[in-house]
């Protein structure tokens, strides 16, 4: 529930998007905003290392309630 629930991670996501937006002026297009939030996210996405608390049960339990609509793909390579 504590995971579903927080709001920090998603704050502190936002805070991080808002640094690296607020020092430009302006976008010549909607695309170049996207790229730019694109290459911060993979830049941010690098510093998160710390593993998601009782993650496996929490998986688990959302796998019950939502079945289908929770695909899991064991496969992946989480090192893009």
Same mark, same amino acid.
């Given at each position: 529930?504590?995971?579903?629930?927080?709001?920090?991670?998603?704050?502190?996501?936002?805070?991080?998007?808002?640094?690296?937006? %607020?020092? +430009?002026?302006?976008?010549?297009?909607?695309?170049?905003? /996207?790229?730019?939030?694109? @290459? !911060?996210?993979?830049?941010? %996405?690098? +510093?998160?290392?710390?593993?998601?608390?009782?993650?496996? /049960?929490?998986?688990?339990? @959302? !796998?019950?309630?939502?079945?289908?609509?929770?695909?899991?793909?064991?496969?992946?390579?989480?090192?893009?």
């Amino acid at each position: 529930r504590k995971l579903i629930y927080t709001t920090n991670a998603v704050e502190g996501y936002h805070r991080q998007i808002r640094k690296v937006t %607020k020092t +430009k002026g302006a976008f010549t297009s909607d695309m170049a905003l /996207l790229k730019l939030v694109y @290459l !911060a996210t993979r830049n941010i %996405k690098k +510093k998160w290392t710390s593993p998601l608390q009782n993650w496996a /049960l929490t998986v688990q339990q @959302l !796998a019950i309630k939502f079945g289908d609509r929770l695909p899991l793909d064991l496969t992946r390579n989480t090192d893009e």
